[in-house]
Every structure is written in structure tokens, then in C-alpha cells.
């Protein structure tokens, strides 16, 4: 019914910048919650930035000043601009959107995630 489908990922050296992009597409009605977030290798997943429909924005200290997420509502899409990239931001990055749909309600949807490797 909903699909997202994040891009950007890459390797990149420390001190880099990437952009991920994530697009929504399907049956949406409207999506309220959009962020990222990221799992490096043997951890779990934790929350990287949200951004609200009216733009607020929450970020996880360990990015905070470094990396800014954003949206397009009209389409559908979340961005996270990642700056001053460091080897322990290596992670694959993915895309989460609480959306409410025409058929089935709201719905908390992911996508299949971006691998962001960051080298020393």
C-alpha cells in the first residue's frame, strides 16, 4: 500500500557531507511524523532525527549540529543533510513515516534503508 525508498547512501571520508532522500508513495492520505533513523553493526536500531508535519524538529545528541533533517510535503518526501560526517555515523540509514492511508488507517512505515560507510 505504502512504499518508502531511501537514497543518497555512499562512502564517504570523515569530515564528508552526504544528503539521504527518502520519498513515500501509495495509497497516503497524509503523513504526519517523518524521520530517520540508523543501525551500525552489532548495535541496535536508535533514532537519528524526526521532523513534525509543521516542521519541528528533534535530533539525538550525538548529532546534534552536524546534521539536519527536513520535508517536503507536497512530495512526500524527507531529507536528512548529514555534515562532518565521522566514522562511527557509519550505519544503514532508514526511513520511518507514520502515514495515514486511504484504505487502512494510519500506519507506521520503513523503509529498506541506505548504507552510509564513513571512513577514517
Known amino acids: 500500500q505504502v512504499q518508502l525508498v531511501e537514497s543518497g547512501g555512499d562512502l564517504v571520508q570523515a569530515g564528508g557531507s552526504l544528503r539521504l532522500s527518502c520519498a513515500a508513495s501509495?495509497?497516503?492520505?497524509?503523513?504526519?511524523?517523518m524521520g530517520w533513523y540508523r543501525q551500525a553493526p552489532g548495535k541496535q536500531r536508535e533514532l537519528v532525527a524526526t521532523?513534525?508535519?509543521?516542521?519541528?524538529?528533534r535530533y539525538v545528541d550525538s548529532v546534534k549540529g552536524r546534521f539536519t533533517i527536513s520535508r517536503d510535503n507536497a512530495k512526500n518526501s524527507v531529507y536528512l543533510q548529514m555534515n562532518s560526517l565521522k566514522p562511527e555515523d557509519t550505519a544503514v540509514y532508514y526511513c520511518?513515516?507514520?502515514?495515514?492511508?486511504?484504505?487502512?488507517?494510519?500506519?507506521?512505515?520503513w523503509g529498506k534503508g541506505t548504507l552510509v560507510t564513513v571512513s577514517s
Open positions: 521532523i513534525t508535519t509543521g516542521s519541528s524538529t
Open positions: 501509495g495509497s497516503i492520505s497524509s503523513i504526519n511524523v
Open positions: 520511518n513515516a507514520f502515514v495515514v492511508t486511504r484504505t487502512y488507517g494510519g500506519m507506521d512505515c
